[in-house]
């Protein structure tokens, strides 16, 4: 039987929460058979009590939450939505506190996030006017990493493009694009150490230069990395068809790319795991990371790669969130529903440890955001629980070599 948990937001109804009611009230059934009336009473009296509190700050919750999302499209400056932003992100983590639910936090950041860049985008073109005409033609501006994933946490940067359609209005362009990248700044959304903002020439191009880039220096091997960041481009703002239009001509050209495809999975089918050969953790040895492991780049990232790896050579190119990908490879027959479920649970198991360690930072806790972990401070239940995750990412990185025929040799 599947878990719930991964297929909640796909059947969740009233049918099925009533199920859930009535399966939990089997469970007082069966606890209290043969137990005097008078004790039940006084059970389901206190029972009802706890429910009822939790049912109230859960509601509390809520409606601060969405108080919050309303107040984003009345906000009539960016240091206003910077405060709804340090607000939600607050809120956000007390959610997480009180579910652990992963996917959650996920959907809400995601959506709050997409929610501020259509008021700064509305905001910086009005910002725009005071200073340029009106341009001859429209834009997009298109979201990539985590946002595009539909993947995003407490913590966020900027990956972002922009395309536009006439070559008339690149002045009008490239200074909307360089406020815009200002103003998501200021509103806490930090800029890309590693610099993939429409303010970067790379990121920043008409739908004609686009599509000569897509099909010109895209396609060396020293440009992987920007590859795979256009595997996750989703439109977040401007003309959806001419953010569609441009999408799609991503997706054609990645499935002209095979050659550098095949270099991507050999890099990540070499990404070290946070494993030894003896199923130990593999930590560092010295160094202020001494006896810690990297949860990021040691599991997070080699299992969103290889989930990439898979979609890409079953043509799945549409959905690009990793929990989406993994369903949709299993609806392929590439994982059977057992691993399938295995690999999700990786990727909320390794995506709730980042997640701590960005509450740790918003609370003053650490001084910045660090993904390294000491293993051997965890419970011995949490410590099995890392090695089963660590281990099935281990697991997925040999199906890959064997699906892209990288041999022993060549490792």
């Known amino acids: 039987m599947k878990k719930l948990q991964f297929y909640i937001d796909e059947i969740i109804d009233e049918a099925i929460i009533s199920a859930i009611a009535h399966q939990f009230y089997g469970e007082y059934e069966e606890r209290f058979d043969r137990i005097p009336l008078a004790v039940r009473a006084d059970f389901l009296?206190?029972?009802?009590?706890?429910?009822?509190?939790?049912?109230?700050?859960?509601?509390?919750?809520?409606?601060?939450?969405?108080?919050?999302?309303?107040?984003?499209?009345?906000?009539?400056?960016?240091?206003?939505?910077?405060?709804?932003?340090q607000k939600l992100n607050e809120l956000a983590g007390e959610i997480f506190i009180r579910t652990r639910s992963v996917t959650e936090i996920n959907q809400r950041c995601t959506k709050y996030r997409d929610l501020l860049t259509l008021k700064v985008i509305s905001l910086t073109r009005l910002e725009m006017e005071k200073d340029f005409p009106r341009p001859h033609n429209t834009f997009a501006w298109i979201r990539m990493g985590s946002t595009g994933r539909e993947e995003q946490t407490l913590y966020t940067d900027q990956d972002n493009l922009l395309v536009y359609k006439n070559p008339a209005d690149k002045a009008y362009y490239t200074a909307f694009a360089k406020r815009m990248v200002e103003n998501l700044s200021r509103v806490g959304f930090v800029k890309c150490k590693g610099n993939i903002m429409p303010t970067n020439k790379k990121w920043f191009a008409t739908i004609d230069e686009w599509r000569q880039k897509l099909h010109g220096e895209f396609t060396d091997a020293e440009n992987l990395v920007d590859l795979i960041?256009?595997?996750?481009?989703?439109?977040?703002?401007?003309?959806?068809?001419?953010?569609?239009?441009?999408?799609?001509?991503?997706?054609?050209?990645?499935?002209?790319?095979?050659?550098?495809?095949?270099?991507?999975?050999?890099?990540?089918?070499?990404?070290?795991?946070?494993?030894?050969?003896?199923?130990?953790?593999?930590?560092?040895?010295?160094?202020?990371?001494?006896?810690?492991?990297?949860?990021?780049?040691?599991?997070?990232?080699?299992?969103?790669?290889?989930?990439?790896?898979?979609?890409?050579?079953?043509?799945?190119?549409?959905?690009?969130?990793?929990?989406?990908?993994i369903k949709a490879l299993e609806?392929?027959?590439?994982?059977?529903?057992?691993?399938?479920?295995?690999?999700?649970?990786?990727?909320?198991?390794?995506?709730?440890?980042?997640?701590?360690?960005?509450?740790?930072?918003l609370k003053g806790e650490t001084h910045e955001i660090s993904y390294f972990i000491n293993p051997y401070k965890l419970s011995k239940k949490d410590q099995s629980k890392l090695k089963k995750t660590l281990s099935t990412v281990e697991q997925l990185q040999r199906l890959a070599a064997s699906s892209y025929s990288i041999s022993d040799d060549s490792l």
């Open 45 to 85: 009296k206190y029972l009802h009590k706890l429910y009822e509190k939790e049912r109230k700050e859960l509601h509390l919750i809520n409606q601060r939450y969405n108080r919050r999302i309303r107040s984003i499209s009345r906000a009539e400056n960016i240091a206003t939505l910077g405060h709804i932003h």
């Open 229 to 325: 960041v256009l595997t996750e481009a989703k439109y977040a703002g401007g003309n959806f068809p001419l953010a569609n239009t441009f999408i799609q001509e991503t997706h054609k050209a990645l499935k002209s790319y095979h050659a550098s495809f095949q270099a991507i999975a050999k890099a990540t089918v070499l990404m070290p795991i946070a494993l030894t050969i003896f199923r130990k953790f593999k930590t560092e040895r010295k160094g202020e990371h001494k006896d810690m492991l990297n949860i990021k780049s040691q599991g997070w990232l080699p299992l969103i790669m290889l989930i990439l790896l898979f979609c890409f050579e079953h043509d799945i190119l549409e959905e690009t969130n990793t929990i989406k990908r």
């Open 331 to 361: 609806r392929m027959n590439a994982f059977d529903t057992e691993f399938a479920e295995e690999l999700m649970e990786c990727y909320i198991t390794l995506t709730e440890y980042k997640i701590r360690a960005q509450i740790d930072f």
